[in-house]
C-alpha cells in the first residue's frame, strides 16, 4: 500500500528556512509526479509545486524565489524548502502523489504536517 | 491566475438526500490535449484530503457511487446523492489544466 508521511518542525522562526521531508513507503518516487499542497488556516489550499519521476520541478510563481523541491532516491524521500518565511506561511503542509491513471489529480496524501511560524 | 468559484460555501443537507456543489472557473478547462484536468476531494474532519473525482467525471477506485461529476469548460458540478453521516466535510474542486493549479475556496457540508 502506498503511504506518505511528512516530517519536519512544527515551529520555524520568522525570516528562516522551513525544511520539510515526505517519506514514501510502498512506491517508488522514481515514478509518477510527488507534489506540495499547503492549507492555510480557514479553508483556502495552495498548490505548491511538484517533483517528477525523473527529477524535474515546477513550482507556484507566487513562491518561486522561495522554494524548492528536491530528493532522495535511495531514501524514496522528497524534500520541501521554503525560504525567509513570513507569519502567513503557517499552514498545514501535505505531501501528495500524482496519480498515473488518475492524471493531474492526487490520488494518495500524507496525514499533513501543521507548521507554525512565529518567533 | 485561473480562480475557482465554489458554491455554496457552505451546505446543510438531511440524510438520505441530494447534495449539489457548483465549481467555476474563470477560464475553460479543456485543454490542449482535449483533457479536462478537474478533480474534487473530500477533506473529513481531522484527515487529509482523498480524491473523489478526477478528469471532471471519473470516480476514483473506491469512491461510492452516490458520487458523482459533471460539466464541461467553465461549469462544474459535485452531485452527491443520498448523503450519509461520513459525507459531511469540506469540499475542493480543483484545476490542472493551466499552471499554477489552482484550487476552488471549498464547500462544507454539514448534515441537518
Known amino acids: 500500500e502506498v503511504q506518505l508521511q511528512e516530517s519536519g518542525p512544527g515551529l520555524v522562526k520568522p525570516s528562516q528556512s522551513l525544511s520539510l521531508t515526505c517519506s514514501v513507503t510502498?512506491?517508488?518516487?522514481?515514478?509518477?509526479?510527488w507534489g506540495w499542497i499547503r492549507k492555510f488556516p480557514g479553508n483556502k489550499m495552495e498548490w505548491m509545486g511538484y517533483?517528477?519521476?525523473?527529477?524535474?520541478?515546477s513550482y507556484n510563481p507566487s513562491l518561486k524565489s522561495r522554494i524548492s523541491i528536491t530528493r532522495d532516491t535511495s531514501k524514496n524521500q522528497f524534500f520541501l524548502q521554503l525560504n525567509s518565511v513570513t507569519t502567513e506561511d503557517t499552514a498545514t503542509y501535505y505531501c501528495?502523489?500524482?496519480?498515473?491513471?488518475?492524471?493531474?489529480?492526487?490520488?494518495?496524501w500524507g496525514q499533513g504536517v501543521m507548521v507554525t511560524v512565529s518567533s | 491566475d485561473v480562480v475557482m468559484t465554489q458554491t455554496p460555501v457552505s451546505l446543510s443537507v438531511s440524510l438520505g438526500n441530494q447534495a449539489s456543489i457548483s465549481c467555476r472557473s474563470s477560464?475553460?478547462?479543456?485543454?490542449?490535449?482535449?483533457?479536462?484536468?478537474l478533480s474534487w476531494y473530500l477533506q473529513k474532519p481531522g484527515q487529509s484530503p482523498q480524491l473523489l473525482i478526477y478528469?471532471?467525471?471519473n470516480r476514483f477506485s473506491g469512491v461510492s457511487n452516490r458520487f458523482s461529476g459533471s460539466g464541461s469548460g467553465t461549469d462544474f458540478t459535485l452531485k452527491i446523492s443520498r448523503v450519509e453521516p461520513e459525507d459531511l466535510g469540506v469540499y475542493y474542486c480543483?484545476?490542472?489544466?493551466?499552471?499554477?493549479?489552482?484550487f476552488g475556496s471549498g464547500t462544507k457540508l454539514e448534515i441537518k
Open positions: 501528495a502523489r500524482y496519480g498515473l491513471t488518475t492524471v493531474a489529480s492526487f490520488d494518495y
Open positions: 510502498g512506491y517508488s518516487i522514481t515514478s509518477n509526479y
Open positions: 517533483i517528477s519521476y525523473s527529477g524535474s520541478t
Open positions: 477560464q475553460s478547462l479543456l485543454h490542449s490535449d482535449g483533457n479536462t484536468y
Open positions: 478528469l471532471a467525471s
Open positions: 480543483f484545476q490542472h489544466t493551466h499552471l499554477p493549479p489552482t
